[in-house]
């Protein structure tokens, strides 16, 4: 007699997506959103709690994760200039 056959157990791999909401630099809140507007070729990086905006020139290899690094870096440069 023969046995069961064993089934295999299946492994879910959860892809990671990248974030679409960010911490803002000034206020501290996660209210800092990406909008490219690509008619008009820029992003605008703006904090819907303190209403701390940049626009930024549209590059077609950046994602919204690297306007935001690029936002940090300005904001970082506009403090310290201050």
């Known amino acids: ?12 791999r959860r892809r990671r997506r990248l974030p679409s909401m960010f911490q803002c630099p000034n206020c501290g809140y996660m209210s ?28 077609p290899y950046l994602d919204p994760v690297d306007y935001y690094g690029k936002f940090l870096d300005w904001y970082e440069e506009q403090v310290s200039v201050t």
Do not use: F, Q, Y
């Open 1 to 12: 007699m023969g046995r069961r056959r064993r089934r295999r157990k299946i492994v879910v």
């Open 32 to 59: 800092v959103t990406v909008t490219i507007n690509k008619k008009d070729k820029e992003a605008i990086v703006k904090c819907s709690s303190c209403g701390l905006s940049h626009k930024l020139p549209l590059s």
